[in-house]
């Protein structure tokens, strides 16, 4: 390919182009969602929603800041995995549908300073339910639909912060790259497939058996 020099940027040394293809949408957006909007540092405490993409790169771009990561899944099984990473608190959705109350008890009571919102419609109120006074509430996703109710009062009794993005620019790339070389962070691939097999890496997706991110190989 012959692109313009405007138009890409080196990746860190200690990747591979399997584990760089998943920097510029998913880790983009939890970088941004995590160091710039949200702001997380040091001894502060990130609610990040699910196991996908974005949500892995968000407990691992907060742990790099020093900061406690609570993270929900409905899998037990990769609540484990998000421990491995480096979680230090998981809720199982599923057993907890009121989970900002264990979000609350987790944190004797402050709630989180952010939380990454990938869930949309049936999420969002949970999510600023169990955000600290003051907290932000960083939504990058709708997976659970695009039109959301929420409790009004909890929005400006607590002084919360609600933020939409898209991804990131140039400049906050090559950021974000500076800390995944600076923390040596590898990004989690759940598969990788062949591009014959596109249909497959969908219904893998679909069916969100996935830990991570998938990658398509031409």
């Known amino acids: 390919m012959l692109l313009d020099a405007g138009a ?9 182009f399997d584990e760089a293809a998943t920097l510029p949408c998913a880790a983009l957006t939890a970088w941004r969602a995590v160091a710039e909007e949200a702001a997380i540092g040091p001894g502060q405490t990130l609610l990040v ?23 929900t899944s409905s899998s037990d099984e990769k609540l484990e995995r998000a421990r491995g990473l480096g979680a230090d608190f998981t809720i199982n959705y599923k057993a907890n549908p009121e989970w900002s109350k264990e979000v ?20 969002l109120a949970e999510s600023m339910k169990a955000a600290a ?8 996703g709708i997976l659970s639909g695009a039109a959301a109710s929420f409790p009004l009062p909890v ?12 991804v990131g620019n140039r400049s906050q ?9 600076a923390y040596r962070i590898r990004p989690v691939i759940d598969r990788t497939f062949d591009i014959a097999r596109v249909q497959d890496a969908l219904r893998r997706m679909e069916g969100g058996r996935h830990f991570g991110k998938i990658v398509l190989r031409f």
């Open 8 to 16: 890409v940027s080196p990746f860190p040394d200690h990747l591979d």
């Open 49 to 71: 929603q699910g196991t996908g993409g974005v949500s892995l790169f968000a407990l691992q771009f907060a742990k790099a800041r020093g900061a406690h990561v609570i993270i």
């Open 104 to 123: 609350r008890r987790l944190t004797d009571g402050r709630g989180a300073d952010a939380v990454i919102e990938v869930g949309g419609a049936d999420t």
């Open 133 to 140: 006074v003051g907290g932000s509430i960083v939504v990058i």
């Open 155 to 166: 929005l400006f009794g607590n002084n919360l912060r609600v933020a939409g993005i898209s």
């Open 173 to 181: 790339f090559e950021a974000m790259c500076c800390d995944i070389a």
